[in-house]
C-alpha cells in the first residue's frame, strides 16, 4: 500500500481512495483495513488520502470506527457505497452517522440502482458530502441531471477505470476514479484539458485507452513499472473491474507486450 501511495505522490496524481470495489474492501478483515489505512497515512505525502469506511455487512458500528480511524491518521476524505436495499431514510442515517463520527468530507460512490433522486436527497440531508463516485446506470446520461440539482455543490466523479473520461470531462465531471497503474497518465489528460490544451488531452487519453487494451494490462502494469514485484498477489471483489473479465493466467508473451507499449508508446507520458 505505501509504495502505491508513493507512486501517486511521485507522478502528481491529486489523491488515492482506498478500499472501494476494485480493491476487494469486502474481502479484508478489520486488521488488514487498518494496516493498509495505515501504511497509505504514513507515506501520505501532497496526495489526497481518501479512505473507504463501508464494511463487511455494512456493519455501522465497524464504519463509524474506520470513520473515526480516518480522522486520527488525518485523511482527507471517507468515502462509501450506499448500503444496499437502503430507503434513502436509510441511507441518510448512515452517512449522518459516517459525518459524526469523522468530521470529514464524503464522497457517496453509487453502483446498482442508486438513483439520482438519492443522490440528491443524500447531499441536501448532509452537508458533508461533497462528491459523488458516479457508477450507477450510464453516469454520462445521469450528470447533467445530477449537476444541476446540486446547483453544483456535489463534485461528479466517475469509476469504471476512467475509460470514459474524456466524454465526462466535457460534460463537467469533477475528476475520475482510475485504477492505480497509469493514474499519471490520466492525470497529466486532465491537466491539459484544464488549460485548455484539448487535442493534447485527447491524444493522452487515446494513448490510455489503446494500453488497455491489450490483455491484463490493469493487473500487469503495476509489476511492470516496478512498484510490485513480479510475485505480487493482487485481490479484487468478486466481479469488479476487470477480473469478471479474466478467461486465462497472463502469459510471458502478454507481459511482454505490456511492457513493450510501456515503453513505446507511452513513455514520454508516465511521470512516476
Not at 441536501?124 to 444541476?148: Q, Y
Not at 440539482?149 to 463537467?172: A, C, H, N
Request: net charge neutral.
Amino acid at each position: 500500500m505505501a509504495r502505491q501511495m508513493e507512486f501517486i505522490n511521485r507522478g502528481k496524481v491529486a489523491g488515492l481512495a482506498w478500499p472501494q470495489n476494485a480493491s476487494g474492501w469486502n474481502t479484508l478483515s478489520p486488521q488488514e483495513w487498518n494496516a493498509g489505512a495505515e501504511a497509505l497515512a504514513s507515506v501520505k505525502g501532497n496526495a489526497a488520502l481518501v479512505l473507504g469506511v463501508q464494511s463487511v455487512g455494512f456493519n455501522l458500528a465497524n464504519s463509524r470506527e474506520y470513520a473515526r480511524t480516518a480522522k486520527r491518521l488525518n485523511a482527507d476524505g471517507i468515502i462509501s457505497l450506499v448500503p444496499p436495499n437502503a430507503t434513502d431514510a436509510d441511507a441518510i442515517s448512515y452517512f449522518k452517522a459516517l459525518a459524526g463520527a469523522s468530521g470529514l468530507p464524503i464522497m457517496v460512490q453509487a453502483v446498482g440502482d442508486v438513483s439520482v433522486d438519492t443522490l440528491v436527497a443524500l447531499a441536501a440531508a448532509v452537508p458533508s458530502i461533497i462528491a459523488v463516485k458516479d457508477e450507477a446506470g450510464d453516469p454520462l446520461e445521469r450528470a447533467p441531471d445530477l449537476l444541476r440539482r446540486t446547483s453544483g455543490r456535489v463534485e461528479d466523479f466517475s469509476g469504471g477505470g476512467g475509460m470514459k473520461f474524456f466524454p465526462e470531462m466535457e460534460l463537467g465531471f469533477t475528476g475520475t476514479c482510475p485504477y492505480v497503474g497509469l493514474s499519471d497518465v490520466l492525470q497529466s489528460c486532465f491537466n491539459s484539458f484544464q488549460a485548455g490544451r484539448k487535442s493534447e488531452a485527447f491524444d493522452t487519453f487515446g494513448r490510455f485507452l489503446a494500453f488497455n487494451s491489450l490483455p491484463h494490462a490493469n493487473d500487469y502494469v503495476l509489476k511492470a513499472r516496478g512498484v510490485f514485484a513480479e510475485d505480487a498477489i493482487m485481490r479484487s471483489s468478486s466481479g469488479a473491474g476487470p477480473a469478471k473479465r479474466r478467461t486465462s493466467p497472463i502469459t510471458d508473451a502478454q507481459k511482454a507486450a505490456i511492457r513493450n507499449a510501456l515503453a513505446t508508446y507511452l513513455k514520454p507520458y508516465l511521470v512516476a
